[in-house]
């Protein structure tokens, strides 16, 4: 059980919205140190094959400003291997990609795809990068994180977002029942993704969580209460849930 659930707040969509105008404002260095300084435990970042909102000097930019750690989600590719051994990021987490895909659709098969994840998890590991495998809250690819000996998983929440009533019930107990699993090998299991202020009460009470990565809801919602707000309001919320 870990006490203070930690915050890490993703920039990835103030980068988004830059590109948009293909200028330089508004700046996500900017924005991850307002977060960091509005309480946020971590920055996260997503560097996507196609560079459709965080780019490499975005990473440059990041790692030089803060003091905070930083979280970089990456494919598990050679080209992003090499991008985060020579930025060697606090953490990395390692997510599935897809061109077509809006968002990170599902998690990574981490049980299908033991032969590829294997070396990428002892090559991050060994260059002190926290590897984190962005799964479903999902026995099967718990027990695959175990087997890859990965410290961290981060629970797909996108499914529990989605769903109402007794199926958001049953997914709940799927990501508390999945954050056992994990602590009981030995691996600190975070959550994240489609968590928003209505929905986030629920996933910060789970005990074993310790880190939830939240984006795209604080980044809109800062364009009505601000961001530093936005972060505290989160933040609020998460800790009262505890
Ligand atoms: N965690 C991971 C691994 C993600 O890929 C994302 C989305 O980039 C998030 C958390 C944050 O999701 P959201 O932007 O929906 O809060």
Redesign the pocket.
């Known amino acids: 059980m870990s006490a203070h659930l930690r915050l890490g707040v993703?920039i990835?969509h103030v980068a988004t919205v830059r590109n948009a105008r293909g200028g330089i404002h508004p700046d996500p260095v900017q924005a991850a140190l307002m977060a960091q300084a509005a309480g946020a435990d971590g920055i996260?970042a997503?560097l996507r094959e196609d560079r459709r909102h965080i780019r490499d000097a975005d990473l440059d930019g990041l790692m030089a400003a803060l003091t905070i750690p930083l979280n970089l989600?990456m494919a598990a590719t050679d080209e992003m291997a090499e991008i985060a051994l020579r930025h060697r990021p606090h953490a990395a987490?390692i997510?599935p990609e897809r061109r077509e895909e809006r968002?990170?659709e599902g998690g990574l098969d981490a049980a299908g795809q033991d032969n590829r994840l294997v070396p990428l998890v002892e090559r991050l590991s060994a260059a002190h990068i926290r590897v984190s495998l962005?799964i479903e809250p999902d026995v099967r690819q718990v027990e695959a994180a175990i087997r890859l000996k990965a410290p961290v998983v981060?629970f797909h929440t996108g499914r529990y977002a989605e769903l109402d009533g007794q199926a958001r019930v049953a997914e709940l107990a799927r990501i508390a029942d999945a954050a056992k699993l994990a602590v009981a090998g030995g691996i600190e299991p975070h959550a994240?993704?489609?968590?928003t202020f209505d929905n986030v009460g629920p996933i910060a009470a789970i005990p074993e969580l310790a880190e939830l990565?939240?984006?795209?809801?604080l980044i809109g919602e800062a364009i009505f209460m601000g961001l530093d707000a936005s972060i505290r309001e989160m933040r609020r919320r998460m800790d009262a849930a505890r």
Not at 192 to 195: F, I, S
Not at 213 to 217: A, E, F, S, V
């Open positions: 993703n990835d996260t997503h989600e987490c997510v968002t990170t962005f981060e994240g993704h489609g968590l990565n939240i984006g795209h809801y």
